[in-house]
């Protein structure tokens, strides 16, 4: 995950917590329809950080680093077809999400979305984003099972309603201050 020029010492982790599982195959498609309320109550929505007074930058190459896991703890190992379509093969969606302070909507940032397939460890950099954030602005990690700027890739597997995920996401975040002392 470390790029040449990278300075992850100044990214800002956070936890992704998985005290609800997130809902796959055809739950995930009825949650991603359900809008805002609905993907909070599946788990769908992450929140990780609220803007400080004075304002924020996000600007860069957010790196993820989850884990994957049925319900249990299972995996890829207690599936009766390994890899066949259809069996033990969820596909997620993952973008980081804007809430302006105020209000009830998250909003894609940049509408970006990283796909994550299969169980197990997934350890990637996100796509690139940049956004100016005001006070009392959210971040979220949003997750989704479904999403229309994919429309026929979606985890058709019935086998695996819902599964666990756990980890990190590290957020570039800067202060206007830093953006002006590196001259961009």
Known sequence: LAGKGRDMARDTPFQIGDSIPQ??????VAGATLGNGGREAL?????????????QIIAGVPTLSLEMTALGGAGL???AIPLSIGACDPILF???GQRKAGTQRWDLIDDQLTPLRSFGRHDVNMTGIAERLAEGDELALLIYAFHAQCPVTWSRDLLVPALNITGTVNLPLRTPADISHDGV
Do not use: H, I, K
Request: net charge negative; aromatic share 8%.
């Open 23 to 28: 809902f796959n195959s055809a739950l995930g």
């Open 43 to 55: 788990l769908a929505t992450q929140a990780l950080y609220t803007v400080p007074a004075g304002g």
């Open 77 to 79: 190992d207690s599936c």
């Open 94 to 96: 993952v973008g980081l």
